[in-house]
């Protein structure tokens, strides 16, 4: 019993140093947790580590995070495995925080983010090189292709927060027919422990309910980034285009400038890109004092992780079973292929509201192909977009 403490400790111990050490996104995380994780300290072997990996992709919610935390559960249970999410979000979450507070510092007292005007640029060219990454990466299908397209024609001209559950859902689904395509494998009888599965849909429901009644912000706002941590696929570069549209376009609780600095600043932090909730949830609820702006922060990190480490949970204990069907197989396709749509529509969303900024649009040319073409690291490039933002605020 005491060794296997030492061995937790240890192994939070290692969450901890990667939780402020894991700059770049979640491609770079899983090389960091491969590393670190498995070929330094052994937690589990390479292979097990990419079927869990491949289990996160195809469950709502934030990738790499929710990889982490399934192995912190595969080495101590449930206990173990919030642990893990606590220590590998906080870092994040706080500094997140933080920035929310000094944008609506600046915001409250009328200095204008004109030090931010390089970033947001910037910080849609990261966007639109995340969208030809990722439509690379998972789409190699004529079927992906169509479904690639006919999700970001949607997501483009339909500005409601529910078009994106409902694009994911139809792309699984319409991919899900193609089954016969898959290998059959031998199936053994399971029994499901339903515990999370229903936890995971009452505290949705139940966050629903009370905002519906209480018409309360900060219990809405709860509500909101629980739902879309719920039907969000593909990690954070999905997740983006998703609060885009809702709390900017369609609630209107920060600006699209305020909004592109703080995905500009998210590229700073450690940790993961979901985060970024923490500094809408501050600007959400500026109105109401520093108190319900860190509430604010806190309440929304923790709405938009839980659905995944709670969807994961019920998972992980019947994945070994689930990933036998030929259906779930298949639907992996239309979901990666409608993820993809998603954030290209974004992406394009966000090019087409510059109009006539011509420098902005130069920088997020510029980002782009730095991005796509060279190995320049994302903090390298917002703090040289902050420094030439600085001179563009000083020169004017």
Request: proline letters at 4%; glycine letters at 10%.
């Amino acid at each position: 019993m005491e060794v296997r403490k030492i061995r937790y400790f240890i192994f939070l111990r290692d969450v901890a140093w990667l939780a402020i050490t894991a700059f770049g996104g979640p491609q770079v995380h899983m090389t960091l947790f491969l590393e670190l994780l498995v070929n330094k300290r052994g937690y589990i072997t390479e292979q097990e580590f990419w079927e869990l990996h491949a289990l996160c992709q195809i469950l709502p919610g934030p990738t790499s995070s929710q990889t982490i935390v399934t192995l912190g559960f595969r080495l101590g249970g449930a206990k173990l495995a919030y642990l893990t999410l606590l220590i590998w979000c906080l870092p994040g979450v706080l500094l997140m925080t933080a920035f929310g507070i000094l944008v609506a510092y600046l915001h409250a007292s009328k200095i204008p983010l004109d030090f931010m005007y390089v970033v947001q640029p910037v910080a849609i060219g990261f966007m639109c090189q995340a969208g030809v990454a990722i439509s690379r990466k998972i789409v190699n299908t004529k079927t992906g292709y169509a479904l690639m397209f006919l999700a970001g024609l949607v997501a483009y001209f339909v500005h409601t927060p529910w078009v994106f559950p409902i694009t994911v859902v139809v792309g699984g689904i319409a991919t899900s027919f193609k089954f016969k395509e898959q290998e059959k494998e031998d199936k053994t009888p399971f029994k499901i422990q339903w515990a999370n599965f229903f936890l995971f849909i009452g505290v949705g429901l139940g966050l629903a309910l009370l905002g519906y009644v209480t018409q309360w912000l900060w219990v809405r706002l709860s509500e909101n980034f629980y739902r879309n941590g719920s039907f969000v696929y593909g990690g954070g570069q999905v997740l983006v285009p998703v609060l885009l549209t809702e709390f900017v376009k369609f609630k209107k609780y920060l600006s699209q400038d305020e909004f592109l600095s703080g995905y500009g600043l998210v590229q700073l932090v450690p940790g993961p890109v979901f985060s970024f909730a923490s500094f809408i949830g501050v600007l959400a609820m500026r109105e109401y004092g520093l108190g319900w702006q860190i509430a604010g922060g806190i309440l929304a990190s923790m709405a938009i992780f839980l659905p995944g480490a709670f969807i994961m949970f019920f998972a992980i204990r019947i994945w070994e079973h689930l990933k036998r069907y030929r259906v779930v197989k298949a639907s992996i396709e239309g979901i990666n292929a409608a993820s993809a749509g998603l954030v290209i529509a974004g992406a394009l969303t966000l090019v087409v509201s510059l109009e006539d900024s011509w420098d902005k649009i130069l920088f997020v040319t510029l980002s782009f192909l730095l991005l796509q073409f060279t190995k320049v690291s994302r903090p390298l490039l917002i703090l040289l977009a902050l420094l030439a933002g600085l001179v563009y605020q000083w020169g004017r």
